[in-house]
């Protein structure tokens, strides 16, 4: 028997639609429904990949005495916030308020007169185990609560309520600048709260790092201001680049990073894979690569992550897949999937599988014992940065090999399993791999538009501009309805609309794809390929800008909210995004991006726009750990300088690490110059030598 999730596009809700519990999508029925019989809403939010979420779905919702009480005194609600971050966000704000933390799966009760949450937690065992109450206790505990505490109930979403509209109607005061000062203010916070603090689970935290490399220039004014130097900056970002590229986190064998680490010394994964962190760390490493620390470990990192999104992440019309689940089935006989173990090694595989030469450089070269590091196998990772001998190459093929049933030579695509009855059922020649969710995101394709983008910029293998080429066109032809964006698309159907983030993150991948694209107009590299030109991207950015103005666009506030406004009727606060999480906050995007458009277009409307958004957050920069987009943003603000060129001297430049700057093919320049820098609104004395404009760009760069 299936409950009413059973038809829902989405992975993450289908994976509920065999539980006894009477799970309801969300929608305006059952916040109805659960108004007319004044029963509080449960609602549940978590994603197809979520470790906790995937225990939770297999123990308390699949319990009948849980299920029976739940359907007989709530209304059970179930969101995918891959779907949904709008509504995730409002109640991950509402959770952490009321115990100080979050996390997924975000379970929390609302009141249905108005949906404001008065009670919440996240994962709740059957019974009363690691500290927390057992979920049956806690229904009954909570539907007393709400029938004989009215007024305490109400007490708390007022309380509640009144956090989420403050912190939503966030208005300038008029007295903070932005200025140098406050940028410096930004980097050496964030740089700081990149280094860390020695426990605790480790993430990748791209926008932190980002944030953090764009610094390096500024070495010797931060050195004065705030006692920080180059060499600090230089040396944190290159930690995180090894960190990532060394780590336990990074799939050695086959390419592609893990969510996170859940230590310290970046060793044992949370194994699933999300393509908005392999995005994101691939324009990092290749932006790290660029600014000169050469680390043949980045490079190799990125080449592998590439193999991995082609073998089993890109569909066959060109967008890439979601995620891939932590946990697979050992055998077909198991009952539930395992943590991990398809990535990892017992020690007795690698002495039948390596000879004593091959295993003996695998020990000293990783962390490989016969202990193993987690649950008795060995999670891959490197002891030393460099260049991967012959030997450790050949003995990482044959666990590939073990792992998939084929060499990395000989297999070029491997088919997704998209549910766990076609995990245990499908005819592998190696191990059973994990779930694949194959739903395209706009925001997540889009980060990892950039991040090929940016790679074949700096690395100038074509392969990745053509799959970067491909997916943008993908979201071009498929993701507009009735002239309205979608951020969603599942078996070439698009669904819901788009929201910030996918408007901010996919026009800054169209003018990242503008800028690689001068690199590669007229190159001998792309015959044989009909590839749009360079102005082709730029009037399709200005295109999606114009709508996202339109329709998300704060008139009284300024920035822009998370949800249009046409599609924002059943949310308790309209939010606008400008903490950073896993992914980049949607107004630093969209800020940084108006500025470039500015340059590229000419039309300073588009400056003036992001000069009223950077005001509108201008009070949180001041507190600013958890906002380095913006600091991105005003970097660009400060900063930004336009390069025009010719196409030989672009051809060189543009790899190198100008974080403020975007290039222009010129035509018109003065007789016997070879290009111009423009900083801010003026421009400079033509130079005459790619090296006296090289200079040039090199000194403007660290001005601020």
Known sequence: MTNRLAQSPSLYLRKHAENPLDWWPWCDEAIEVARRENKPIFLSIGYSSCHWCTVMEGEAFSDPDIAEYMNANFIPIKVDREERPDLDSIYMQGLQMMVGQGGWPLNVFLDPKDLVPFYGGTYFPVQPR???????????????????????????TAEIRGYLQQAAALQPDGSEKLDSSLLQQGLNTNASVLKGVGYGPSFPMMPYAQLVLRGVRFGSQLAVANQESENDFRQVCTKRGLDLALGGIYDHVAGGFHRYTVDPSWTVPHFEKMLYDNGQIVEYLACLWSSGVREPAFESAIAGTVEWLQ???????GYFYAAQDADSFPDRTAKEPEEGNFYVWNYSELQQLLTSEELAEMEEQFTVTAEGNFEGNNVLQRRHPGKLSDTIETALAKLFQMRYGATPETMETFPPAINNQEAKSGNWDGRIPPVTDPKMIVAWNSLMISGLARAYVVF??????LL???????????????ERFHRLNYDGKPAVLAQSEDYALFIKALLDLQQATLRIEDSEETSGYELPKANFWLEKAVKVQEEFDEFLWSLELGGYYNTARDASGDLVVRERNYNDNATPSANGIAIANLVQLALLTEDLQYLDRAEQALQAFCSVMNQPQACPSLFTALDWYLNHTLIRTNSEHLQSLIAEYVPTAVYALADNLPDGSVGQVCPGLSCSQPAHSREQLWEQVRKLGARG
């Not at 690691?130 to 305490?152: C, H, M, N, S, W």
């Not at 100038?460 to 501009?465: L, V």
């Open 130 to 156: 690691y500290g927390r109450p057992g979920f049956l206790q806690v229904l009954q505990a909570i539907r007393r609560y709400y029938d004989t505490e009215k007024a305490k109930v109400e007490s708390v």
């Open 311 to 317: 073998r089993e992440m890109t569909a066959p019309e």
């Open 460 to 465: 100038g293998q074509i392969e990745y501009f």
């Open 468 to 482: 970067a080429v491909r997916c943008a066109n993908f979201i071009l032809d498929s993701q507009w309805v009735q």
